[in-house]
């Protein structure tokens, strides 16, 4: 079974800097796609960034030109670099993992933005 653990998490005044961390159980280069999603209370899991293995990006339009997400395969560790972080960006933050047949999450971690 695989397993996905994220880390980084905390509290952080606003303006301030995360780096977030998820290290899968498996090689990550199987994954065809990996990402981080959030979920603020009361709102629904929104995609946050994803890259494909081949190092294509997407990222939401709230946080273009904050957040860098990026892989490391020989540390089997997805990574979101977090930048100018608002109030609004206060969620928990999961990582996902997209394989040929089965779809990953991690248990979450969670970042709280001080205004």
């Known amino acids: 079974q695989v397993q996905l653990v994220e880390s980084g998490g905390g509290l952080v005044q606003a303006g301030g800097s995360l780096r977030l961390s998820c290290t899968a159980s498996?090689?990550?280069?199987?994954?065809?796609?990996m990402g981080w999603y959030r979920q603020a209370p009361g709102k629904q899991r929104e995609l946050v960034a994803r890259?494909?293995?081949?190092?294509?990006?997407n990222y939401a339009d709230s946080v273009k030109g904050r957040f860098t997400i990026s892989r490391d395969n020989a540390k089997n560790t997805l990574y979101l670099q977090m930048s100018s972080l608002k109030p609004e960006d206060a969620a928990v933050f999961y990582c996902?993992?997209?394989?040929?047949?089965?779809?990953?999450w991690g248990q979450g971690t969670q970042v709280t933005v001080s205004s």
């Open positions: 498996t090689s990550i280069s199987s994954f065809n796609v």
């Open positions: 996902n993992a997209q394989g040929f047949l089965n779809t990953y």
């Open positions: 890259i494909s293995s081949g190092g294509s990006t």
